[in-house]
């Protein structure tokens, strides 16, 4: 099996397709694959840590502005297109599949054209620009939230899920927390605002830790680089006394720590709904007021409207309204049981095997 794999920019189009390949390789260790990136995107950082094979386009985004960059981005899409046939045709797929990003357009584009069957994966309950335009090429749509069906063609979309909840699915109960001065025992909060920290969320945790200190859980708090030093400097916040609290920059065994944590606090990006779905975690999700066409609002309303989250507005976020969120649902043993049982049911788990099956009934 060749499989050409394409997306970029985000780490939500990355991580999915990595996850996928991982699972690919485990089912047939035969497999060659091939991943195609932008020149820009974070792709650069993660896929050159791989064994993948990597390749890169040079595309970029539409302004919403009136703007001449449009012009060069036009013409940008026209040559990668061109170099994407030439990259398909050598490297001679028997599938291609897209999971977001300007660069999956081209290549995904450029795949269909030359009749090799494609997929493009969607990891939001709205889809982006790119899938969008897709839709009317490819063979398949993978979706992760039912709700995106209703923007795509039903004969085409099938709902799979995201293959980073494979990933997650099996870490189990562990002591991890003491790698974090923390006691396994007790029930934990872990909040955090994507690998590199959320300004808002960070000023939310740094005014509720005189507060969460007090408390009869413990609380794991993942900064991000650019706050930790913010936070180890801040005067009146004195880390080395918080026994019951514990502030990183960074957390790299994040799917473990999460199975063992009992709330999640955080962003509403698709990767993370996968991975706590995945396990059956409540969470109380801060959805990032910056993302195209507010995907994150959408993405936590539909976990709301199931009974698996709470929301509170980028807006409405304070220390105050942070800590008698996290009480509520840690001082309700009911309450959380019942949001874990309604979180488990919204995961699908074996996404990577859905996506897989899927695979299989277009080569």
Do not use: C, W
């Amino acid at each position: 099996m060749r499989v050409l794999v394409t997306g970029g920019g985000t780490g939500g189009h990355i991580y999915p397709a990595l996850a996928f390949v991982k699972y690919v390789k485990k089912q047939d260790p035969t497999a060659k694959f091939l991943y195609v990136g932008g020149k820009k995107g974070l792709e650069n950082k993660i896929l050159p840590k791989t064994d993948i094979p990597f390749e890169t386009l040079e595309i970029q985004g539409f302004k919403r502005s009136l703007s001449l960059d449009n012009f060069k981005t036009i013409h940008l899409f026209m040559k990668s297109i061109r170099q994407a046939k030439k990259i398909v045709k050598e490297f001679k797929p028997d599938i291609v599949i897209g999971t977001g990003g300007y660069v999956s357009g081209a290549v995904v584009y450029a795949a269909a054209k030359l009749n090799i069957p494609t997929i493009v994966h969607e990891q939001n309950s709205v889809p982006g620009i790119t899938n969008k335009f897709l839709s009317r090429y490819v063979d398949r749509i993978a979706i992760a939230f039912q709700d995106a069906a209703a923007f795509f063609p039903k004969d085409k979309t099938v709902l799979v899920g995201n293959p980073r909840a494979t990933e997650v699915r099996d870490s189990g109960k562990s002591d991890i927390l003491k790698e974090f001065d923390l006691d396994p025992a007790k029930e934990t909060v872990l909040i955090f605002g994507g690998s590199q920290g959320a300004l808002k969320i960070n000023q939310a945790v740094v005014a509720a830790l005189p507060m969460l200190a007090k408390k009869d859980y413990q609380v794991l708090y993942a900064s991000g680089e650019r706050y930790f030093e913010e936070i180890k400097k801040n005067e009146t916040i004195s880390l080395d006394r918080l026994t019951t609290v514990s502030v990183k920059p960074y957390i790299d065994k994040m799917a473990e720590v999460m199975a063992n944590s009992s709330l999640l606090i955080g962003r509403a990006g698709a990767t993370s709904i996968a991975e706590f779905t995945a396990l059956g975690l409540p969470a109380i999700l801060i959805p990032s007021p910056y993302v195209t066409n507010d995907h994150q609002t959408k993405n936590a309303q539909s976990l709301v409207d199931h009974g698996a989250v709470r929301m509170i507005r980028d807006d409405e976020l304070t220390g105050e309204s942070l800590v008698l969120a996290i009480d509520a649902i840690m001082e309700d043993k009911k309450l959380r049981k019942q949001m874990a049982a309604a979180s488990k049911e919204q995961g699908i788990p074996d996404a990577a095997e859905r996506l897989f099956n899927l695979v299989q009934t277009l080569i």
